[in-house]
Structures are given as C-alpha cells and as structure tokens.
C-alpha cells in the first residue's frame, strides 16, 4: 500500500465515519490527541530502533507512518504537500 492509497482511505473515514473506525474516532478526538499519538509512536520507534528487532522496528514506523497521515488530513495537508517540501529541499 502507498501512502496516498493510505491517505485515500482516511480521507474516506473522514468524510464518512463509522462507529468502530479508529480512525473516525482519532480524528473527532481532535488534534492534541492526534499530536499525543505522534509523539508516543515517534518515542516507540525510538525504542524499538535502539533495543528491538527490525520486525518490531517495522511495525513501529507503520504505526508512527498512520498517525502522521492522521495528523495530516487533521491539519489539511496531503503527501503532495510534503512531496513538494522535499523536493524543494533536494534542490
């Protein structure tokens, strides 16, 4: 999966949530509760890149991957966007 296929179906959770989506309820948390998610999915990689196996390593980065896209959509930005950042900083 890409991530604007990803991002394609967060958009989609967005537009029309269900009950048990993780993701509906993410984002009616609200942004501080998707920032929180970042920053403890961004000290688990942390943890699993110094002390876990790179299994353990994948998983963690596909959870932080998720809930920056999450924090994305939250703040109305898009892979292009940051595509874009990056491309700007290669040149």
Do not use: C, F, W
Request: net charge negative; charged share 30%; hydrophobic share 45%.
């Amino acid at each position: 999966m890409t991530l604007n296929e990803l991002y394609a179906i967060l958009q989609e959770r967005q537009a029309h949530p269900r009950p048990e989506s993780y993701t509906a309820s993410l984002l009616e948390s609200g942004l501080p509760r998707i920032a929180q998610k970042v920053g403890e999915e961004a000290a688990e990689v942390i943890v699993a890149a110094l002390a876990q196996d790179d299994r353990r390593l994948t998983e963690e980065i596909a959870d932080l991957t998720y809930h920056v896209l999450v924090l994305m959509l939250a703040r109305g930005l898009t892979p292009d966007d940051i595509a874009a950042e990056l491309e700007r900083r290669h040149r």
